[in-house]
């Protein structure tokens, strides 16, 4: 199994940005696709973007054009690139290892999670 371990949240205004990190220990990171998603209290968790095995990423509408994702197989580590950020982006972050070799965009198709970094956006 793979450990995954998000950094990077906070407290930011709108219009701010922030770059969050996950990092992978533990498994083979490099072989499948990851994905990023949120979660706010009392809704269902989210998918926000998924990202090949070559880098190549899917994002959600809700974040297409302000947010961008970025890997590095050889050094287990990927980013997730928040600018223009809004107070409807307020959630909870949670990197996710795909079980399956084709990305995915619902939770369903993941299962190795982070613990999650908490991102607040204040208007």
């Known amino acids: 199994q793979v450990q995954l371990v998000e950094t990077g949240g906070g407290l930011v205004q709108a219009w701010g940005s922030l770059r969050l990190s996950c990092v992978a220990s533990?498994?083979?990171?490099?072989?499948?696709?990851m994905g990023w998603f949120r979660q706010v209290p009392g809704q269902e968790r989210e998918f926000v973007a998924a990202?090949?095995?070559?880098?190549?990423?899917t994002y959600a509408p809700s974040v297409r054009g302000r947010f961008t994702g970025s890997r590095y197989n050889a050094k287990n580590i990927m980013y997730l690139q928040m600018d223009s950020l809004k107070p409807e982006d307020t959630a909870v972050y949670y990197c996710?290892?795909?079980?399956?070799?084709?990305?995915?965009?619902?939770?369903?198709?993941?299962?190795?999670w982070g613990q999650g970094t908490q991102v607040t956006v204040s208007s």
């Open positions: 990202m090949q095995r070559s880098g190549g990423t």
């Open positions: 533990g498994g083979t990171f490099g072989v499948y696709p």
């Open positions: 996710a290892r795909s079980r399956t070799t084709a990305v995915a965009t619902t939770k369903q198709w993941y299962d190795q």
